[in-house]
């Protein structure tokens, strides 16, 4: 079984705060992205890697970041977390055609 | 640009069959994905449609007509189970980067 895993399942961070969101696959799939979901607006593309150290920008990457040092590992960063940041944060893998998530990490920036 | 659209929420009994629908408007298209997602729980991958006609998978069926820009999803003998949301999702200029649509929320009555 595919697995996808994030470092957190609920987070509350402060105005300004660097964020860390970490995301690790194990099943050796070149193409890692990161989402965020809010209500009413389906799943919107942050930025997604096809390879260790590629990334793209998604939709919507203004006030992002990422990082991928790892194959398995593809971590989101807030370089500093405004309010309108809150969310839920997705990641997911892929081989190809089929995209496997992770749990989700829902953000509140207070 | 690049959308996908579906209605925002449907109601159905258990037992009962249900068509969810979803128009794109792409530039180039590659294929149709289907995905469920749980409140609270990650999207998952339910189908994928690159060519015209049904794909069937037990209970879910997914259909794809290329020349109206359509595809709809075919849920049979409803279960309380199925109540979740259901997104449509289609890769862009031939990636593995995916749009997704806004989602349709199920609810099966008793």
């Known amino acids: 079984d595919v697995k996808v895993t994030q470092s957190s399942r609920y987070l509350v961070k402060r105005t300004g705060e660097k964020v860390f969101l970490e995301c690790v696959q194990d099943m050796d799939h070149e193409n890692m992205f990161w989402y965020r979901q809010d209500p009413g607006l389906g799943l919107r593309l942050i930025y997604f890697?096809?390879?260790?150290?590629?990334?793209e920008k998604g939709d919507i990457p203004e006030g992002y970041s990422v990082s991928r040092e790892k194959k398995e590992r593809f971590s989101l960063i807030l370089e500093s977390a405004s309010t309108n940041q809150t969310s839920m944060y997705l990641c997911a893998s892929s081989p190809g055609r089929e995209q496997f998530f992770g749990p989700g990490t829902r953000l509140t920036v207070l | 640009g690049q959308s996908l659209e579906q209605p925002s929420e449907v109601t159905a009994v258990e037992g009962a069959i249900v068509q969810i629908n979803c128009t794109y408007q792409?530039?180039?298209?590659?294929?149709l994905s289907w995905y469920q997602q749980h409140d609270g729980g990650a999207p998952t991958f339910l189908s994928y449609?690159?060519?015209?006609g049904l794909e069937e998978t037990g209970r879910f069926s997914s259909f794809l007509s290329r020349s109206d820009s359509y595809g709809y999803l075919l849920l049979q003998e409803l279960q309380m189970k199925d109540s979740a949301s259901y997104f449509c999702?289609?890769?862009?200029?031939?990636?593995?980067?995916?749009?997704f649509g806004t989602g349709t929320r199920l609810k099966v009555l008793a």
């Open positions: 890697s096809y390879d260790v150290k590629m990334k």
């Open positions: 999702a289609v890769p862009t200029s031939g990636t593995y980067k995916y749009i």
């Open positions: 792409t530039s180039g298209f590659y294929g």
């Open positions: 449609n690159a060519l015209d």
